[in-house]
C-alpha cells in the first residue's frame, strides 16, 4: 500500500498510461473533465511544485491538460519552467523533412500505421497495426543508421526518431534545481520503458519513482486519485 502524497513532494507526471488511458491513436485519448483542476488543486497545495514530464508536444499537452503547467514536452526537448519560460534543449532533427517524406512513402501500405510529427521528432506508431512491427523497426533503423543527430526511442507500440539529448530524467534534475521544486520531494509517475530513468532519477535524488503497473495495478484510475491532495 502506498503512502498517501506528501505535501512536501515535488511531483512529477507522464500523461498517456499514467494520468490517462492510452487509446487507438494518440488523438483520440480521453481526459476526464476534472482532471485539469484537479490538477491545478495539487500543484496550489505543492506550492506550485508539479510539473508534466511527457513525450507530447507542448501544445498537445496545453490542449490535454490546460494552458501553462511546467511541462517538460517531447521526452524533455523543450521545458517550460514555473514562469512560463521555454529552453530548448535540442536542435529538431536534421533529416525531418527528408525521413518525413521517407516515411508517408513507405506506411502507405500499411494501414493502421501513424506518423506523429513533433516540433522536433518523428513517431511512428503502430497500436492499430502491430503486424507491421517488423517491417517498421527495419525501416526506422534504415533511417537513422549513421546519423549524428538523431537516436531511436522505442515506447508502446511506437518507434520514435528523436534528437540526441533531452530526456525525463535529465528534465526531472532540471526542474528539482529550481523554484517552486528545489527542496522539495522529487515524485514521479510514468508507464513506459521511456520513463524507467525518471523513476531511477527521482530515487537517486532522495524521492520515488512510480510505475502504473507495479504501484497502480496499472489502472490510471488509482493515479488520479492518488495525486489529488
Ligand atoms: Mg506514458
Given at each position: 500500500m502506498l503512502p498517501a502524497l506528501n505535501p512536501n513532494?515535488?511531483?512529477?507526471?507522464?500523461?498517456?498510461?499514467?494520468?490517462?488511458?492510452?487509446?487507438?491513436?494518440?488523438?483520440?485519448v480521453e481526459v476526464p473533465l476534472a482532471l485539469p483542476a484537479q490538477l491545478r488543486q495539487t500543484q496550489a497545495k505543492l506550492n506550485g511544485a508539479l510539473a508534466i514530464l511527457s513525450g507530447r508536444k507542448l501544445a498537445d499537452i496545453d490542449r490535454l491538460l490546460g494552458p501553462g503547467l511546467p511541462s517538460a514536452a517531447e521526452h524533455g526537448a523543450i521545458l517550460r519552467d514555473?514562469?512560463?519560460?521555454?529552453?530548448?534543449?535540442?536542435q529538431r532533427l536534421a533529416s525531418y523533412d527528408k525521413w518525413l517524406k521517407t516515411l508517408q512513402a513507405e506506411i502507405i501500405d500499411m494501414p493502421g500505421v501513424l506518423i506523429e510529427e513533433k516540433e522536433f521528432s518523428l513517431v511512428v506508431h503502430y497500436r492499430q497495426a502491430p503486424k507491421f512491427e517488423a517491417e517498421l523497426s527495419q525501416l526506422v533503423d534504415h533511417l537513422i543508421g549513421g546519423s549524428e543527430d538523431a537516436v531511436l526511442m522505442l515506447a508502446h507500440c511506437a518507434f520514435e526518431l528523436?534528437?540526441?539529448?533531452?530526456?525525463?530524467?535529465?528534465?526531472?534534475?532540471?526542474?528539482?534545481?529550481?523554484?517552486?521544486f528545489s527542496g522539495r520531494i522529487p515524485v514521479f509517475i510514468g508507464d513506459d520503458i521511456t520513463d524507467e530513468p525518471a523513476i531511477e532519477k527521482a530515487i537517486e535524488?532522495?524521492?520515488?519513482?512510480?510505475?502504473?503497473?507495479?504501484?497502480?495495478?496499472?489502472?490510471?484510475?488509482?493515479?488520479?486519485?492518488?495525486?489529488i491532495l
Open positions: 513532494s515535488a511531483l512529477f507526471l507522464d500523461i498517456d498510461g499514467t494520468l490517462i488511458d492510452l487509446a487507438a491513436t494518440p488523438q483520440s514555473a514562469s512560463g519560460k521555454l529552453t530548448q534543449q535540442v528523436k534528437p540526441r539529448g533531452g530526456n525525463k530524467a535529465d528534465a526531472l534534475a532540471w526542474f528539482m534545481q529550481q523554484p517552486p535524488l532522495g524521492g520515488i519513482g512510480l510505475h502504473v503497473a507495479r504501484d497502480f495495478a496499472g489502472q490510471t484510475q488509482a493515479v488520479r486519485d492518488w495525486v
